[in-house]
């Protein structure tokens, strides 16, 4: 796809609308609504957002559904445009954001500020940028009578950040209705550029590694603290916890980033192997560091928890593991992880989700590429395999082909993929109003 004729992608529009008139104006005020999600109902919940996303599809006449997956926690379902009588798309980004500590923060992670080109902000990269682009394109489009031929799903969810159970998972399970004669979705992450070798590369999601978060519990015999004893749960733990840790996970390539590698071979004047991978993923630079998750397995220890007293040997000893597993290589995965683990060792899991992979072809992945290509004809695109986990692992199980594609034309020197839950989160202006016209294109595509 990265050496389609960009002269096809046809630049040139004269439109009675602008796509962009109000992507900024919505980022910002969607951060402003304060949708922390800690994991438990601690949070102030996405009500008072689905709400607001309600009332401005409302606003240019397209009617929604706000469902609570538990008190507070609001999802925004719609419909808009077809006709033509092909299967809808689905396209989906999450209302909540992970917690922000202000004091971390050079301004209020909730304001929406802009500074130096950017709109800072909890949920400017995640994901709140997303759904301004796509709430942008669709006004501007529904007030200047340009719905899309093919009909199209709106989904703005919930609960997202700690595994779409109150969001993705609820709508999937109890409101299949509503989705399940969607037949592909576009949601997060991907479609953002990074610079290789003076090239912009933009990376559309095609794969997710799978999720276990595990709970490990270790058990032994308790005891005063000034005694022998060879049945210690700490010291059992944390022999677990040590080999699981500092594991080196072999390289294996699954088949969106031997595409990816290869372009960036080809860039490189070499050819793209197991061998060279790890220094073809050193050319992303700052975004290296999330690409070189997803050439293998990975299991990193999170928390530890044992014991009461100093001179005291406890019962049990527990820790957390964030355990990422490839698209076909869970079997590998779980069967190293127990060895690493070792006897004496309980393994349970907190959350399971699987791995997917959607093949890269098709018209939807020629609508992104051409799509990008308009707006920026020097482009490389190519697939890649996304380290974290979004929605799409549940809206897969209603057989949709899914992709990331949010897309962002990024500064060479912007440390984006640190962004992602970080301090100082921030989209360049300029970002946001590529990305509404590129989506802009590809609703005129799909």
Sequence with gaps: MDGMDAASAQPSRDLSYDPAAEVVQLC??????????YGTDDGPGERKAAEHVATLLDEVGIESRVIEGSPGR??????WGGGDGRA???????LDVVPAEASDWQVDPFSGEIKDGYVWGRGAVDMKDFDAMLLSVVRARANAGAAPEREVVLCFT???????????EILVEEHAD???DCTEAVGEVGGFSATVRGRRVYLIEAAEKGMAWMRLTARGRAGHGSMINQDNAVTRLAGAVHRIGAHQWPVRLTPAMEVLLATIGDLAGTEATPENAEALVEEFGD????LGAVIRNTANPTTLRAGYKTNVIPTDAHATVDGRFLPGYEDEFFATLHELAGDGIDIEFESHQQPWETPYDGDLVDAMTRSLMAEDPDALVAPFLMSGGTDAKHFRKLDMRSYGFAPLRLPADLDFTALFHGVDERVPVDALEFGARVFDRFLDDI
């Design 158 to 168: 919930a609960d997202e950040e700690a595994g779409g159970h109150d969001g993705a």
């Design 287 to 290: 975004a290296a560091k999330m």
């Design 88 to 94: 809808p798309l689905l396209l989906h980004g999450h």
């Design 74 to 79: 609001a999802n925004v379902v719609a419909r």
């Design 178 to 180: 509503l989705l399940a």
């Design 28 to 37: 910002q005020e969607l951060i402003r609504i304060d949708t922390s999600n």
